[in-house]
């Protein structure tokens, strides 16, 4: 069983920076793609950042400039780090990884979710 555990969250001042770190219970080269999520208080959950196993990222609109994804292979690890936080990031960040496997002529897509972080952006 996949297991995701984020750390890093808590409260954050305006302007100030984050670094959150997702560990995975194997190795990330099982995944073809792993990405942060965050969901604020009543919205939906959106994606944050994703970086696909050959190393491409994408970013939200919301973020980009002031996020970096980034993965620790030897330790089995997904990183974000934020700077210049906003209110507006506040949210619980989750982290997520997806495998998508070949079996015969189909296609199976496995996601899987961290339990969660809280970040808090004070004014």
């Known amino acids: 069983q996949v297991q995701l555990v984020e750390s890093g969250g808590g409260l954050v001042q305006d302007g100030h920076p984050l670094r959150l770190s997702c560990a995975a219970s194997g190795s990330i080269f099982n995944f073809n793609n792993m990405g942060w999520y965050r969901q604020a208080p009543g919205k939906q959950r959106e994606m944050v950042a994703r970086?696909?196993?050959?190393?491409?990222?994408d970013y939200a609109d919301s973020v980009k400039g002031r996020a970096t994804i980034s993965r620790d292979v030897a330790k089995n690890m997904v990183l974000l780090e934020m700077n210049s936080l906003k209110p507006d990031d506040t949210g619980v960040y989750y982290c997520?990884?997806?495998?998508?496997?070949?079996?015969?002529?189909?296609?199976?897509?496995?996601?899987?979710w961290g339990q969660g972080t809280q970040v808090t952006v004070s004014s």
């Open positions: 970086i696909s196993s050959g190393g491409d990222t």
């Open positions: 997520n990884a997806v495998r998508v496997q070949n079996k015969g002529w189909e296609l199976f897509k496995s996601e899987y």
